[in-house]
């Protein structure tokens, strides 16, 4: 059995490009003082599909 763990895309760019650019604008002297993400959620409307028949 594969030993792979799965890492979100957006969590990986957060991390390696977000937190870098955050310590610099606000002059954050460690990583542990950037804000971190514990959630990411995406949603999509299905407004018409819900009425629509041929769907």
């Keep these: 059995m594969a030993n792979t763990?799965?890492?979100p895309?957006?969590?990986t760019k957060y991390r390696e490009e977000v937190v870098n650019a955050?310590?610099?604008k606000?002059?954050?002297k460690?990583?542990?003082q950037v804000?971190?993400?514990t959630k990411i959620c995406l949603n999509q409307g299905i407004n018409g599909a819900v009425s629509d028949k041929n769907w």
Excluded: D, N
Aim: glycine share 6%; charged share 15%.
């Design 26 to 28: 606000f002059g954050y």
């Design 30 to 32: 460690t990583v542990m």
């Design 9 to 11: 895309r957006l969590a």
């Design 22 to 24: 955050l310590m610099k």
């Design 35 to 37: 804000p971190r993400l």
């Design 5 to 7: 763990t799965y890492t």
